[in-house]
């Protein structure tokens, strides 16, 4: 059982608001990863974290930015959401060491 | 950077069917790991491969780590229903951001009752 959680699961936001995206994990896991899919498509990397207070940006460039204060929580934020920002974003932890990634459910963002 | 070639992009076919799938990569991975996505989830692993030639069963699913360490394939016996979903493979190997996933561009799979 994943133990990794993404709220919201919906969003629907209007052009310009401030968002962010929360993600959890309780499995103790020192990385953690925030990617983006649009529909049916490729999963891109936009951030990643090997633990507290380290974060990295991704392969794909993004205007959205992450912290790491606590093991267990990677919360992304965009500043000023925009059409261009619909997508579905998916956080994903591992512990050090091993192989393969925890996926959360997914956060599915629209902006009007 | 690494990437890897996953093919097919998608796929249509008759439940009780066969399946296969495969990525290829330029360069080497140390280990292999399969993922499946359902509509609206994040991707599950599936099947994981940590040696060179390894063959590895999941009930009806068995992949293979060749022997090259520069690809891999799924197969998947009798399809079902809801084997629909997007499969990934991706490479990993040791250490720093060279430990991350490389994942492939993904498999569509779809199935007719």
């Known amino acids: 059982e994943a133990d990794i959680y993404q709220t919201p699961r919906y969003l629907v936001i209007g052009t310009g608001k401030k968002i962010t995206l929360e993600c959890s994990q309780t499995m103790g896991h020192d990385k953690m990863y925030w990617y983006q899919q649009d529909p049916g498509m490729e999963l891109h990397l936009i951030h990643y974290s090997y633990g507290v207070n380290s974060t990295e940006k991704g392969d794909l460039s993004s205007e959205s930015t992450v912290s790491r204060i606590r093991t267990e929580h990677f919360p992304l934020t965009l500043e000023s959401a925009r059409p261009s920002h619909t997508s579905q974003y998916l956080c994903a932890s591992s512990p050090r060491g091993a192989f393969g990634y925890t996926f959360g459910s997914g956060t599915r963002l629209t902006v009007v | ?113």
């Not at chain 2, 996953?6 to 080497?28: A, H």
């Not at chain 2, 699913?61 to 090259?68: C, D, N, P, R, S």
């Open chain 2, 1 to 113: 950077g690494q990437q890897l070639n996953q093919s097919p992009q998608s796929m249509f076919i008759q439940e009780g069917e066969d399946v296969s799938m495969n990525c290829t990569s330029s360069s080497i991975f140390n280990t292999w790991l399969w993922y499946k996505q359902d509509p609206g989830e994040g991707p599950v692993l599936l099947i994981a491969l940590y040696k060179a030639g390894e063959l590895t069963s999941n009930g009806r699913l068995t992949a293979q780590f060749g022997i090259t360490r520069k690809d891999s394939f799924l197969n998947i016996s009798a399809s079902i229903p809801s084997d629909v979903g997007i499969y990934f493979c991706a490479g990993q190997n040791y250490g720093g951001s060279q430990g991350n996933l490389i994942f492939g561009k993904g498999t569509k799979l779809s199935v007719k009752p």
